[in-house]
């Protein structure tokens, strides 16, 4: 991803994070009014085994996989159209089952 200021913020979870050439953040160029979908599909293109692992065939955020705009989670605004902008957060957790 390039460097710019006008970037949301992505930070990965360490399970995902060899998907992402071992980036933990990742900074994602953004435009005013871009939502939580369009990050995510900006970052499909550049590391597409990273979207697998976030979002099922039909493009639907997984459901063990928790976003959070700014520790907002996106469940409880818009989903993924939840709106983003420069010099936010977008958080990803992916639950881990076990037992």
Do not use: C, H, W
Not at 49 to 57: A, C, S
Not at 61 to 88: C, H, M, S
């Amino acid at each position: 991803m390039e460097e710019t200021t006008l970037a949301v913020t992505v930070v990965v979870p360490s399970l995902l994070a060899k998907v992402t050439g071992d980036q933990r953040e990742l900074r994602v160029p953004v435009e005013d009014g871009a939502t939580v979908a369009q990050v995510l599909d900006r970052l499909a293109a550049e590391y597409p085994v990273f979207d697998r692992r976030v979002r099922n065939e039909l493009g639907a955020v997984r459901r063990y996989v928790n976003l959070y705009v700014d520790g907002e989670d996106i469940r409880g605004l818009d989903g993924p159209a939840t709106r983003i902008g420069p010099g936010q957060e977008l958080l990803i957790i992916q639950s881990v089952a076990g037992g």
